[in-house]
Structures are given as structure tokens and as C-alpha cells.
């Protein structure tokens, strides 16, 4: 498999993984591990990846609880796939979440 597949396939992964495990209303996965050629991570395979979800489930929730909930969405990617990932968690009635939904 291409590189260009691999990081596909592991974008839908995320994506599948993220959206079975919380009541998603906007997602956006992006491959940033062009941004990270020759650092650790990249050598070992896995990627570096930003995720971007609205979902009903950050309501109410401090960013450290909203955090968890996607590392324990994401499970075993964790471990396999995702070197380091950057992440905005936002609640459905965050201003910021308005230009999303």
C-alpha cells in the first residue's frame, strides 16, 4: 500500500473510530505527518494526525475529560497508528463549534 493509502485508510479509521464511540455532529481528520519528515515518529511508521470534533458528549466536560474520551476512542490507533495527535474538542453550543455545524 502507497503512502497516500495508508494515510487514507488511517484517516477513515480515525474518523469510523471517533463517530462509533460519540454522538459526532461535525469531524474533520487531517495527516499532518509531512509537517514531521525525519522526526521520530515519522521514521517509526505512525502518523501525526489533528482531529477536529463537535460533539454533544464535550458538553459540560473540562478539556482534559474531553481529551480522554477521544484517546479512549481511538484505542489500540493510539498504540499502532497515531504517533502524536493534535486535538480540538468542541461542545455543540461553543461559539466555535457555530462555524462548524
Not at 487514507?8 to 474518523?15: C, G, H, L, Q, S
Not at 474520551?69 to 480540538?88: Q, T
Amino acid at each position: 500500500m502507497t503512502e497516500p493509502a495508508i494515510a487514507k485508510n488511517r484517516i477513515e479509521k480515525i474518523t469510523a473510530m471517533l463517530e462509533l464511540a460519540l454522538s459526532v455532529r461535525y469531524i474533520n481528520v487531517s495527516d499532518e505527518s509531512h509537517l514531521h519528515a525525519g522526526h521520530e515518529g515519522a521514521r517509526s511508521g505512525k502518523g501525526h494526525f489533528h482531529v477536529t470534533v463537535v460533539a454533544e458528549d464535550f458538553t459540560g466536560q473540562s478539556l482534559v475529560k474531553r481529551h480522554r474520551l477521544i484517546y479512549s476512542a481511538l484505542g489500540e490507533l493510539m498504540n499502532s497508528d497515531i504517533h502524536a495527535l493534535g486535538i480540538d474538542a468542541i461542545a455543540p453550543s461553543e461559539p466555535s463549534a457555530q462555524q462548524l455545524v
